[in-house]
């Protein structure tokens, strides 16, 4: 059974941050070899989903909304713009929407669903806007992770509720007569 993973934002895609002057320097992130062997570390995985659909839970500061919010339409432009295949597909398959209810501690809450993930591609926010704003990674990294209420996201990774007697996932609950299927919510940016 896959659980839901609560991470900071972009682990492993961090841009460098200048430190103050003085100030003590985080020390770089390894795995300790053991003495004999001949491992090296792989390095550490972006957003990657181990399922064909998937969801991040982003909990916004309400005063970083439009933060949030610009930093979002310059991903959804790097998407549509990247010449990559694997961004192109990621394009096509990721939603974006906003809560109309409070999220936790009355932060504002955003859920990006990727239907479907692509296999293999990282969702890592600071990686695709590095790759399409180098000069501007910096400043929109620092928006970005500064408008989260929480220490970071949750991503989780969805597996279809089967049908008993069968191995195929099921599209829905199925339609209670007389009743309009419901309306999908509409994503974040157009």
């Known amino acids: ?23 003590p320097v985080a020390p770089p992130l390894v795995t300790p070899v053991v ?3 001949n ?13 064909e659909t998937g969801i991040i839970f982003n909990a916004i500061k309400p005063d970083k909304v439009m933060d949030f919010e610009s930093v979002i339409a310059k991903l959804r432009t790097a998407l549509a713009n990247s010449k990559d295949a694997m961004r192109q597909q990621q394009a096509r398959g990721w939603k974006m929407y906003k809560a109309a ?19 293999g591609a990282d969702y890592g926010v600071a990686k695709i806007l590095s790759e ?50 419901p309306k999908s919510p509409s994503p974040l940016v157009p």
């Open 101 to 119: 209810e409070p999220g936790p501690n009355n932060s504002v809450l955003y859920v990006f669903v990727m239907d479907p993930a692509v296999k």
């Open 132 to 181: 399409a704003y180098p000069t501007e990674i910096t400043d929109l990294y620092r928006m970005y992770t500064g408008a989260f209420a929480t220490a970071g996201q949750t991503i989780v990774n969805l597996q279809p509720v089967t049908e008993p007697g069968t191995t195929q996932g099921t599209k829905g609950l199925g339609a209670v007569p007389g009743s309009a299927p």
């Open 39 to 51: 491992s090296v570390a792989p390095p550490p995985l972006g957003r990657v989903f181990a399922s």
């Open 1 to 23: 059974m896959l659980e839901p993973q609560s991470t900071a934002p972009l682990q492993g895609a961090t841009p460098a941050t200048p430190t103050a002057p003085g100030a």
């Open 35 to 37: 003495p004999g062997t």
